[in-house]
């Protein structure tokens, strides 16, 4: 882990099953870390710090609000629907392999605030 910065990459860029659809997600191959199902956009809180995998929650990551920031681009909020955390995750737009449904941002940002 590079001094100042939290996100620990090593080991955590995996293809998993998204919890929430079943879908099977592939890992990103632009040098981050996916973190989040490309099609309904839910994640599992797995986390204390981002990319540290120390969370013992393992609730549903809820997506519930679409946020741009100038710096990230697009960034997903997650509300754990076990523990209330919540969390922002940058969005996957760019990836060539399988991006972020963008149907499913809209659908996202469209909600009420949180």
Known sequence: MTAGRR???QG???AFTCAHCGAEVAPLRNGSVRNHC???LHSLHVDVLPGDRA?????LLVPVAVEQSGKKG???VHRCARCGHVGRNRAALDDPAQPDDWDALVAVSARPPI
Do not use: E, K
């Open 38 to 40: 490309p099609h309904c």
């Open 55 to 59: 969370s013992t929650c393992h609730g």
């Open 12 to 14: 955590t860029n995996s």
């Open 7 to 9: 996100f620990t990459v």
């Open 74 to 76: 697009w960034v997903l």
